[in-house]
Each structure stands twice: as C-alpha cells, then as structure tokens.
C-alpha cells in the first residue's frame, strides 16, 4: 500500500502559506482564562510567545490585525465581565485593532468577522490562539466555506488534556498534535513556528 497523502495533496488544490504581507493575523481567543480559570493549558506559555512573535511583526508590517474574543459565562468561564474573560497582557489589542466578539467556538457564527476580513482585504489568513481542538479547529475549517486560505503556525496553538469515553486521559499535546495533522489535510497550510513567516 502506498504512503497516504493529504486531501491538498491529491486534489491539487494545496497553497503555500502566507506570508504577513499579504495576509490578515487573526488571533483566537487569548484570554485569561487559559492562564488561571479552569480551562488552564499546559503548553500556553510557548504558544503565547510565539503568538506575541507573530503579533510584533504583524504591526511593524502593517499588517491586518484580528483578535477574536470569546464572551463566555457570567461567573464562569471566560467571564465577559470578570479577569476569566480579559485579554492576556502580552498580545492583548491595541487601540484601533480590530476585535470580534463571539459566543460560539466558530469565530464567524452569529459574528462580523468575515465583513471584517473582506474590509482587510485579504483571502490568507494566519491563524494562532486557543483552543486547537475547539475554536481553532471549527473556525479554520469555517474559513475554507468563506473562501479563505489558512495558514496555521502550529507552536503558536495549544490546548488542553481530553477525558475519553473510557475513562482514560488523552494528553494535549496529542490532542494538538492529532487536530493540527486533520486540519492540514484539507483546510489550512501548516507551518512549525512564527519564524516561518516572519
């Protein structure tokens, strides 16, 4: 049997990725809660460096910029009104960057975002941010509906350890590690790092 190849692969329809140059940054729900509420991930740190990467040279090209925020349970997670739900300091929005509020893991449900990316201008996207299995996941395989082109920078992800059905525990960075292998098959160009594209 021959070496399986991604579904880019076999229909020829694969990109190359992005480039900030002609791409929009969009990133997923960096926020507090992650770091200290009940949702905290193992590998956020690390990623939250290399979104901060991808972040500073965004603005020193000029770069289109998206944060996408999660309004999430009064009281509970990702509290809207409360330091759950508040940016993380180190790439939180400056004045005049764009923010889209969402309520469900797909950033373009019930949201402006795709009005947004259309004002920007730009059909790539580079995506970063939490959680890989969740919002990353539906948001990037939501994007190829809208016609956009995905680049992913897998370090500048993480997510949490998962309880199976069985009982047992899947670790998160297998859960990354699985969930960024199905997106790269048919929805997103990947890459390791911020270095790739600055």
């Known amino acids: 049997m021959s070496h399986p190849q991604t579904l880019f692969q076999l229909t020829g329809r694969t990109h190359a990725p992005a480039s900030l140059g002609n791409a929009t940054l969009v990133i997923i729900d960096a926020q507090e809660e992650y770091r200290s509420g009940v949702l905290q ?10 979104i901060a990467k991808l972040l500073a040279a ?31 300091p180190e790439v939180a929005p400056l004045p005049g960057e764009t923010v889209v509020e969402k309520r469900l893991p797909n950033a373009f449900a019930g949201t402006e975002l795709h009005e947004r990316l259309q004002a920007l201008g730009h059909l790539d996207l580079i995506v970063c941010g939490f959680m890989t299995h969740s919002s990353i ?17 897998d370090a500048a992800c993480a997510t949490r350890d998962l309880p199976t059905p069985d009982g047992q ?25 911020a270095s790739a594209l600055i």
């Open 58 to 88: 965004a603005r020193d090209t000029g770069a289109g910029i998206v944060h996408i925020k999660h309004l999430g349970i009064p009281g509970g997670l990702l509290d809207p009104s409360g330091p759950r739900g508040r940016p993380l």
């Open 41 to 50: 991930l193992p590998g956020l740190d690390e990623a939250l460096a290399e």
């Open 169 to 193: 525990v899947i670790a998160a960075a297998e859960v990354h590690r699985i969930e960024m292998i199905a997106l790269a098959d048919n929805f997103a160009a990947l890459v390791p790092q």
């Open 137 to 153: 996941s539906t948001t990037v395989r939501a994007a190829k509906d809208y016609g956009y082109r995905c680049t992913l920078v």
